[in-house]
Nanobody
């Protein structure tokens, strides 16, 4: 199983970026999918998750600005990020959790998101 993330880049504060992550192999539709981020000098944090039934959850700092979605037919998960802030700058990682987002699963490579002020 491999996860590959796309879509990072440089954007000005207030702008938008869309991340995507595609899986190869495995039973994507059964996984809990999530996006984590890690800023320099900080611990990796869970930003958003979407369950295999489509339920979503977000960390407080991104609620109302970020939207996670998935397309099981394409084995893809997305993160639409709007109203970006400099504090959103981080390396973003997608993860597929076999039973929960914090349990065993598969990680994608990171993609850098940089928000300039």
């Amino acid at each position: 199983v491999q996860l590959q993330a796309f879509g990072g880049g440089l954007v000005q504060a207030g702008g938008s970026l869309s991340l995507s992550c595609v899986a190869s192999g495995g039973t994507f539709g059964s996984w809990v999918m999530g996006w984590y981020r890690q800023a320099p000098g900080k611990q990796r944090e869970l930003v958003a998750l979407i369950g295999n039934g489509g339920n979503t959850n977000y960390t407080d700092s991104v609620k109302g600005r970020f939207t996670i979605s998935r397309d099981n037919s394409k084995k893809e998960v997305y993160l639409q990020m709007n109203s970006l802030k400099p504090e959103d700058t981080a390396v973003y990682y997608c993860k597929g959790g076999l039973w929960s987002i914090t349990g065993p699963g598969f990680w994608g490579q990171g993609t850098q998101v940089t928000v300039s002020s």
